[in-house]
């Protein structure tokens, strides 16, 4: 899920050719972009910096291999892409459509590495490196939001 290698040289044209588009301009991910800011400050009493949504782009593209949902990449200069695989994405669930994205924009807003491990019942992170199965978020949900933004499991 997690690189930045490969793409980065591929996606370098793409991003300075794009200037004015950024993370809160697609409509397919907006309403999730939104959820986690919200979630982020519930959690953190902070708001979220926003301006670091101008940095970024959020696309769905039809070039990643089956097995990959989701790719975050940055760059040294604060920039940040995220590509989501379209057709998981036109497939998924509403939750697993979260999960992903959150776990995402994890890595890509927060520089957030991979964590967390299967407890027995659940993965104990949305940074853990496979996609949740069906239900396990939404049976968890608090929890799970709650980690992200502060690295404690607490069910
Ligand atoms: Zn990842």
Redesign the pocket.
């Known amino acids: 899920?997690?690189s930045k290698i490969g793409v980065v040289v591929l996606l370098m044209p793409f991003l300075t050719s794009c200037g004015v588009k950024n993370a809160a301009s697609n409509p397919k991910t907006l309403d999730i972009v939104k959820q986690y800011l919200l979630d982020y400050k519930n959690v953190t009493g902070k708001a979220f910096p926003e301006e670091a949504l101008n940095n970024g782009t959020i696309d769905l593209v039809d070039t990643l291999p089956a097995a990959i949902a989701g790719q975050?990449s940055t760059w040294s200069n604060g920039s940040w892409a995220i590509i989501l695989n379209n057709m998981y994405w036109e497939y998924a669930r509403e939750e697993q459509r979260i999960t992903l994205l959150y776990?995402?924009l994890g890595?890509c807003l927060q520089g957030m590495d991979?964590r967390g491990k299967y407890d027995g019942k659940n993965f104990t992170s949305l940074?853990h490196?496979y996609t949740l199965p069906i239900g396990m978020f939404t049976s968890a949900q608090k929890a799970y939001v709650n980690e992200l933004h502060t690295k404690i499991w607490s069910l």
């Open positions: 899920m997690f975050c776990h995402e890595h991979h940074m490196p």
